[in-house]
């Protein structure tokens, strides 16, 4: 009976969101009473891997197999069910990314076990039960899901629990092989196209966003929320009027129909806080909002607020941020 | 072409979400139902797909009581063939996966589209579970999809890119924008979807594997601290000392 988590790797990195699933998952065990192990996918390194210890992994399960470097949906769940069987895992925690809810739903039928997405918090356990709060209706509100299997499989929403370090501790790595054959590989991708990230930063990992609407006026004027961005280390994103008409990228537009975003820090720019909008980023910490308009419906959902000019607002944003240094 | 297309009847989406007093379920009184927006996309490219090879067939399909009807009539005028009604509450994404699985493998389907997520449970899940049951491939969430017999091309969401995917048919995708631009009903496809078949058929399979205790609303936000535009740069500080974003 133990705990298994899934961790994605990119170019060797862990990413952050799977900082955050280890140690949920480090944080269910203890609950429960055993210990998380977890299996890598993507390209990792072993050292990347050891350090899983500071989210509290006592194990982790890797295979080097050069073809899992990319996505394949079915040779990943085989590899995750593999690693379960072999673990014994009852609980098996995943980000909410695209990857994890590809792989977690296949799973769920292929393990007979009970799902949840978009888990927000750490379960209850009280008398055997096994209840985890999850985001629903766009983030406009929550439900507490109970899961009845004796199998669980939990996708935990980004930003939803601060990643723990303790520095020094480390994970044993060893090696595993799903024994995968040419036929798990079949979906394959033919190909993989990364975007350029504005700033390096990717914005549905991101940590703050800097966001520009209709308000921005036309896509010559984006230097000014790009600026911002850098300064702060943040991800640029946009809604979606702005990437309907091609101002900027489909892949930036965040609301209901675009992606939904969670970071600690989220800065408006010129947009009116629509409701459709507000569904993709409400769950982020601190909202802040510049709009020339005061009665603009977004300065509601916000913490902090500029009423005035964007073009005015934002180069003195920047050079604030530059001063802190 | 056999096209399968699920859609889900979700709240409206500018509905200001409400629950009974005793938070067990949500309130529906006033609230408007639409096809889930992301289902408009799978519907509206396999009406074009269908039109592009020439021939084919799109079914819709919904797993809900009888007043999803509505909607079912409205993807008819949309351009659907035929509609068939799993007559049955929604329990879970796993209950509603059986329902489409079973009639997919029985009306032997050889494209099933869905959207990427219900607006309403954001689940983003059934798309797989579909898959496994059926033992073919899903792409999750797929932004682009061709065809050429049957063999089809699509585009899948990762992040921070995108990979292409070529699948042979039977397969499942769940489908988000750019795919299409979402078409609304004609006069002359309203008037033709009341005379188009709509089956109603009794759930099969096990029961669901989740249950919702309670609904809850997010905590109130403490309301907004305005900062002076000429001060704008208090702003930081604040972000900085205050709030320790940045
Ligand atoms: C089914 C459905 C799904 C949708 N999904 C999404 C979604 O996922 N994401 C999304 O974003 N939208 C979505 N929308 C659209 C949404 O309803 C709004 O139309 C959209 O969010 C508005 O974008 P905006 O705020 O950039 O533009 P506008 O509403 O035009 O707002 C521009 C704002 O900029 C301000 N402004 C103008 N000039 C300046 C200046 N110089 N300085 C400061 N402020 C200025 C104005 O006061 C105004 O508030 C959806 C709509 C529907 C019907
Ligand atoms: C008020 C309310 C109460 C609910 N109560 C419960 C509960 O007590 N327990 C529980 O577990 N779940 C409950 N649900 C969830 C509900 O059963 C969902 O419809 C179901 O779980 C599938 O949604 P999903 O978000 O998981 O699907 P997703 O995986 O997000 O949906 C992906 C796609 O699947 C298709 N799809 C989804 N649902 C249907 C459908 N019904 N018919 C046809 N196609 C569909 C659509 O194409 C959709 O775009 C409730 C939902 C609501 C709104």
Redesign the interface.
């Known amino acids: 009976m133990s705990v298994l988590v899934v961790v994605e790797c990119d170019k060797g990195e862990v990413k952050k969101s799977s900082l955050e699933v280890a140690t949920y998952g480090a944080k269910v065990a203890a609950q429960l009473g055993t210990t998380a192990t977890a299996i890598a996918v993507g390209e990792a390194t072993e050292a990347n891997l050891a350090k899983l210890g500071e989210q509290g992994i006592a194990k982790v399960l890797y295979d080097a197999e050069p073809r899992l470097k990319d996505f394949v949906n079915n040779a990943y769940t085989k590899l995750i069910a593999t690693a379960a069987e072999q673990e014994g895992a009852k609980v098996i925690v995943l980000a909410n990314s695209n990857i994890g809810a590809a792989v977690g739903s296949r799973l769920s039928v292929r393990l007979k076990a009970s799902l949840a997405t978009n888990v927000v918090d750490l379960p209850k356990t009280d008398g055997g039960s096994f209840t985890v709060k999850r985001g629903a209706f766009s983030g406009k509100a929550f439900a507490d899901v109970t899961l009845s299997g004796d199998r669980k499989i939990i996708a935990v929403k980004k930003n939803s629990l601060e990643a723990q370090h303790e520095a020094g501790k480390t994970a044993e790595v060893s090696s595993f092989s799903a024994q995968l054959s040419d036929a798990d590989f079949a979906d394959a991708p033919k190909q993989v196209v990364m975007q350029d990230q504005a700033g390096g930063v990717l914005l549905p990992e991101a940590e703050r966003v800097v966001s520009g609407g209709r308000g921005m006026k036309g896509p010559e004027n984006w230097h000014l929320i790009e600026d911002l961005a850098k300064a702060l280390g943040a991800a640029t994103a946009c809604s979606k009027p702005v990437s309907d008409v091609d101002w900027r990228p489909h892949h930036e537009h965040v609301g209901q129909t675009g992606i939904t975003v969670s970071p600690n820090l989220y800065i408006a720019c010129g947009i009116s806080g629509a409701i459709q909008h507000l569904a993709g980023v409400n769950s982020s910490k601190v909202i802040v909002v510049i709009n020339k308009d005061p009665e603009a419906p977004f300065f509601k959902a916000a913490d902090y607020g500029i009423v005035g000019d964007v073009f005015e607002v934002l180069p003195k944003l920047t050079a604030a941020v530059k001063e802190l240094g | 072409m056999k096209f399968l297309v699920c859609i889900s009847n979700v709240?409206d989406?500018?509905t200001k979400?409400t629950?009974t007093p005793d938070n067990k379920e949500?309130n529906k009184a006033g609230v408007q139902f639409v096809i889930n927006?992301?289902d408009e996309y799978a519907l509206t490219r396999a009406i074009e797909l269908k039109e592009a090879a020439g021939s084919g067939t799109v079914t819709v399909l919904n797993v809900g009581e009888a007043d999803t009807e509505p909607n079912i009539r409205k993807a008819l005028a949309i351009g659907a063939d035929d509609a068939i009604r799993v007559n049955a509450h929604p329990q879970d994404?796993?209950f509603v996966?059986e329902q489409i699985a079973a009639i997919a493998k029985e009306g032997a389907y050889d494209v099933i589209l869905m959207g990427k997520e219900s607006?309403?449970?954001?689940?983003?899940?059934?798309?797989?579970?579909v898959?496994?049951?059926l033992g073919i491939?899903?792409?999750?969430?797929a932004?682009k999809l061709d065809m050429s017999g049957n063999t089809a091309t699509l585009e899948?969401?990762?992040?921070?890119?995108?990979?292409?995917?070529?699948?042979n048919t039977p397969f499942v995708a769940s489908c988000?924008?750019?795919m299409c631009e979402p078409r609304i009903p004609n006069m002359r496809g309203i008037m033709t979807a009341r005379t188009k078949p709509l089956k109603v058929v009794a759930a099969v399979g096990e029961p669901a594997?989740?249950?919702?205790?309670?609904?809850?609303?997010?905590p109130k936000?403490?309301g907004?601290?305005?900062?002076?535009?000429a001060n704008?740069?208090e702003?930081?500080?604040?972000?900085?000392n205050e709030?320790k974003?940045?």
């Open positions: 709240p989406t500018t979400i629950f949500f927006p992301w994404a796993y996966a607006i309403d449970y954001n689940g983003f899940q059934v798309h797989g579970m898959g496994e049951m491939p899903t792409v999750a969430p932004m899948r969401e990762i992040e921070g890119g995108k990979e292409i995917v070529s699948v988000q924008q750019p594997r989740t249950q919702v205790s309670e609904f809850a609303l997010p936000k403490q907004v601290k305005l900062i002076d535009a704008a740069g702003l930081i500080k604040l972000l900085r709030a974003v940045i």
